[in-house]
């Protein structure tokens, strides 16, 4: 396949950011890419590349990285012909020559190194989704909706990041989504009885001031059961309270509400009771990025009743997931692209968890786009479940609109994953 041009731009994300848009030309057909951007980042994510020159949107602009991509990368892989995915991104990452991808910039990176995989899918016109992995069969997703949002994601005074649920009773993905959409709306109108404030969230989950972090799963089970279904059996909750956040001089501290500070042991024993009380089926990031000791008795005695995602401690690259299943940390995997920065290590990524029987969730980032590209994600690798907010706003219904495409596409070829596609180790 032969590039023939790479052209990127700065454009806005869902929060109003920049970020970086690339245009790759292969064998005439022109396709882009576009980088999402994270608030609760992990401290071993690639580095998002911005100019730091308060003069223009607070330091945020990516012009810098705009500018590699135009010049340098241009100049070096324009007319050059890539066989793979695998053999483009290697350049880049060559072409970078750091750790991090900091001189060039994951953001940069993985915006090209997405519009190469579209190029090359629109060039041989073939679905994104078959670009990235061929298969006889696909299996599509449970959309993990987060429907009330805390933490860094809300102005709210709950500590927990996200409260998702899982519609995973359902024939299939079309189904699956309006049973998440149907409860959503319940949602809405319980909490405007009690109310509460309707407003949302970053990634498009309801963010009212709570009377504890416990009343947003206790006002979901209500909701759930008000919109006809019955919790566990039909909806599920998973949750990602994104606890690298809380943690502060050796202590979980819960600075949006009471201010009561946990233990590693403290915070195991009240996810506990709440997965004992609740039909929580998922937990992501239950511990900090640091607490590797906590993470280990956590999986021990959680692995066995729920899948334990990790997102800050892994950052979806290779090497620290590798470090995770050595020392028999969590069950699964979070995944998201801009954590490693090119969709080959992303895909080597979800193989080396799958081959170990960990399971992957594949994620957006709460600064998202119209892209979506984590929609044929999640289909080409097999992977169950994605978690791409709510059941509104643009940037994230338009990877469940692309969803229900790809399974009207796939017809018989796709089944939908239901509940057993959550891990229990
Ligand atoms: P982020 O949030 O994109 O702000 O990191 C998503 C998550 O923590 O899973
Ligand atoms: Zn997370």
Same mark, same amino acid.
């Given at each position: 396949?032969?590039?023939?041009?790479?052209?990127?731009?700065?454009?806005? +994300?869902?929060?109003?950011?920049?970020?970086?848009?690339?245009?790759?030309?292969?064998?005439?057909?022109?396709? #882009?890419? @576009?980088?999402?951007?994270?608030?609760?980042?992990?401290?071993?994510?690639?580095?998002?590349?911005?100019?730091?020159?308060?003069?223009?949107?607070? $330091?945020?602009?990516?012009?810098?990285?705009?500018?590699?991509?135009?010049?340098?990368?241009?100049?070096?892989?324009?007319?050059?012909? *890539?066989?793979?995915?695998?053999?483009?991104?290697?350049?880049?990452? %060559?072409?970078?020559?750091?750790?991090?991808?900091?001189?060039?910039? /994951?953001?940069?990176?993985?915006?090209?190194? @997405?519009?190469? /995989?579209?190029?090359?899918?629109?060039?041989?016109?073939?679905?994104?989704? #078959?670009?990235?992995?061929?298969? +006889?069969?696909?299996?599509?997703?449970?959309?993990?909706?987060?429907?009330? =949002?805390?933490?860094?994601?809300?102005?709210?005074?709950?500590?927990?990041?996200?409260?998702?649920?899982?519609?995973?009773? /359902?024939?299939?993905?079309? %189904?699956?989504?309006?049973?998440?959409?149907?409860?959503?709306?319940?949602?809405?109108?319980?909490?405007?009885?009690? $109310?509460?404030?309707?407003?949302?969230?970053?990634?498009?989950?309801?963010?009212? =001031?709570?009377?504890? =972090?416990?009343?947003?799963?206790?006002?979901?089970?209500?909701?759930?059961?008000?919109?006809?279904?019955?919790?566990?059996?039909?909806?599920?909750?998973?949750?990602?309270?994104?606890?690298?956040?809380?943690?502060?001089?050796?202590?979980?501290?819960? *600075?949006?509400?009471?201010?009561?500070?946990?233990?590693?042991?403290?915070?195991?024993?009240?996810?506990?009771?709440?997965?004992?009380?609740?039909?929580?089926?998922?937990?992501?990031?239950?511990?900090?990025?640091?607490?590797?000791? !906590?993470?280990?008795?956590?999986?021990?005695?959680?692995?066995?009743?729920?899948?334990?995602?990790?997102?800050?401690?892994?950052?979806? =690259?290779? %090497?620290?997931?590798?470090?995770?299943?050595?020392? $028999?940390? $969590?069950?699964?995997?979070?995944?998201?692209?801009?954590?490693?920065?090119?969709?080959?290590?992303?895909?080597?990524?979800?193989?080396?968890?799958?081959?170990?029987?960990?399971?992957?969730? @594949?994620?957006?980032?709460? !600064?998202?786009?119209?892209?979506?590209?984590?929609?044929?994600?999640?289909?080409?690798?097999?992977?169950?479940?994605?978690?791409? !907010?709510?059941?509104?706003?643009?940037? #994230?219904?338009?990877?469940?609109?692309?969803?229900? #495409?790809?399974?009207?596409?796939?017809?018989?070829?796709?089944?939908? /994953?239901?509940?057993?596609?959550?891990?229990?180790?």
């Amino acid at each position: 396949m032969k590039l023939s041009k790479i052209h990127a731009r700065e454009i806005l +994300d869902s929060r109003g950011n920049p970020t970086v848009e690339v245009e790759v030309t292969i064998n005439g057909t022109t396709s #882009r890419g @576009i980088s999402p951007s994270g608030a609760s980042t992990g401290e071993k994510e690639a580095v998002e590349l911005r100019d730091g020159d308060q003069s223009r949107y607070q $330091g945020k602009g990516v012009e810098i990285a705009v500018s590699g991509l135009n010049k340098e990368v241009n100049s070096a892989m324009a007319g050059q012909t *890539f066989e793979s995915q695998e053999a483009f991104d290697k350049r880049l990452i %060559e072409l970078d020559g750091t750790e991090n991808k900091s001189r060039l910039g /994951a953001n940069s990176m993985l915006a090209a190194s @997405i519009a190469f /995989a579209r190029a090359s899918a629109s060039s041989k016109q073939i679905p994104l989704y #078959r670009q990235l992995v061929e298969r +006889d069969q696909y299996i599509m997703p449970v959309p993990c909706m987060n429907v009330v =949002n805390g933490g860094r994601h809300a102005d709210n005074n709950v500590d927990f990041q996200e409260f998702m649920i899982a519609p995973h009773n /359902a024939p299939t993905f079309k %189904e699956s989504i309006r049973m998440g959409e149907e409860v959503f709306h319940t949602l809405k109108s319980l909490l405007t009885g009690k $109310g509460y404030s309707t407003g949302v969230g970053d990634e498009g989950g309801f963010a009212p =001031n709570l009377k504890s =972090n416990e009343e947003a799963v206790e006002v979901i089970m209500e909701a759930i059961k008000k919109a006809g279904y019955k919790p566990g059996e039909d909806i599920s909750i998973c949750l990602d309270p994104a606890t690298s956040e809380l943690w502060k001089d050796g202590k979980y501290s819960l *600075f949006k509400s009471t201010k009561e500070n946990f233990t590693s042991d403290q915070l195991i024993d009240l996810w506990e009771q709440w997965i004992d009380k609740y039909p929580i089926v998922l937990l992501e990031d239950g511990l900090g990025e640091n607490d590797w000791e !906590g993470w280990k008795k956590m999986t021990d005695r959680l692995g066995k009743k729920v899948e334990l995602v990790g997102d800050d401690i892994f950052c979806t =690259n290779p %090497e620290i997931i590798q470090q995770g299943i050595d020392a $028999g940390i $969590g069950n699964s995997v979070l995944i998201k692209l801009n954590q490693i920065g090119t969709i080959w290590e992303t895909l080597q990524a979800v193989e080396l968890a799958q081959k170990n029987n960990y399971h992957c969730f @594949i994620s957006h980032r709460s !600064g998202e786009t119209e892209d979506t590209t984590i929609a044929d994600l999640v289909v080409a690798t097999n992977a169950g479940h994605i978690k791409t !907010g709510s059941g509104c706003l643009s940037e #994230r219904v338009s990877k469940f609109n692309q969803l229900l #495409r790809i399974e009207e596409e796939l017809g018989g070829q796709s089944s939908f /994953a239901g509940k057993n596609t959550f891990k229990k180790s």
